[in-house]
Antibody
Framework: EVQLVESGGGLGQPGGSLRLSCEAS????????MHWVRQAPGKGLVWVSH????????NYADSVKGRFTISRDNAKNTLYLQMDSLRVEDTAVYYC?????????????WGQGTLVTVSS | SYDLTQPPSVSVFPGQTASIICSGD??????VCWYQQKPGQSPVLVIY???KRPSGIPERLSGSSSGNTATLTIRGTQAIDEADYYC?????????FGGGTKLTVL
């Protein structure tokens, strides 16, 4: 069974940092592109970032570019999101999600999410 | 940046057909997928590549796409279908979501 389990959320200070992790199991993690998607309280889904299978290619939403860094450790089956220079508007539930090998952009497995709250 | 537009809300009586439209420039030239999200839960993929259903998704959910619009259709709507629905496309190496539509079963 495919499982994605996020962790690392919590309270962060404006200007501070947090590091999210997403531990994957039940599939060959190194074969899949992975994404982070966030959802502010009561709002819609917003794509944050993605990374290819070996970590050599990444992309970011304009709202987080230069502040967030996506990475992965295929030996540990874990995806990361380093969040620096946090802003109040980064407050959201952060989901990691998997794109199928033969997919065209869809995300067919999602974690349960981890809540990040940025506040002083 | 590429934008996808959805109506904020759609209402339907039980047993009737609900249609949720997603609009975007030349959307018919991109693959569209749809997610269902119930309160407090993670999104679930219900339609991918415009018309395909993942295993476990009931046949009464279907998708179509043409021109500048994609449509999620739910036939014989049931109370369990009440949820938020999001369309999504892939554009310029990014994932783009619509704003979401709250489906209310009256």
């Amino acid at each position: 069974e495919v499982q994605l389990v996020e962790s690392g959320g919590g309270l962060g200070q404006p200007g501070g940092s947090l590091r999210l992790s997403c531990e994957a199991s039940g599939f060959t993690f190194s074969s899949y592109w992975m994404h982070w998607v966030r959802q502010a309280p009561g709002k819609g889904l917003v794509w944050v970032s993605h990374i290819n299978t070996d970590g050599s290619r990444t992309n970011y939403a304009d709202s987080v570019k230069g502040r967030f860094t996506i990475s992965r450790d295929n030996a540990k089956n874990t995806l990361y999101l380093q969040m620096d220079s946090l802003r109040v508007e980064d407050t959201a539930v952060y989901y990691c999600a998997r794109r199928p090998v033969s997919g065209f952009g869809e995300l067919n497995n999602w974690g349960q999410g981890t809540l990040v709250t940025v506040s002083s | 940046s590429y934008d996808l537009t959805q109506p904020p809300s759609v209402s339907v009586f039980p047993g009737q057909t609900a249609s949720i439209i997603c609009s975007g420039d030349n959307l018919g030239n991109k693959y569209v997928c749809w997610y269902q999200q119930k309160p407090g839960q993670s999104p679930v993929l219900v339609i991918y590549q415009d018309t395909k259903r993942p295993s476990g998704i009931p046949e009464r959910l279907s998708g179509s796409s043409s021109g500048n619009t994609a449509t999620l259709t739910i036939r014989g709507t049931q109370a369990i279908d009440e949820a938020d629905y999001y369309c999504q496309a892939w554009d310029s190496n990014t994932v783009v979501f619509g704003g979401g539509t709250k489906l209310t079963v009256l």
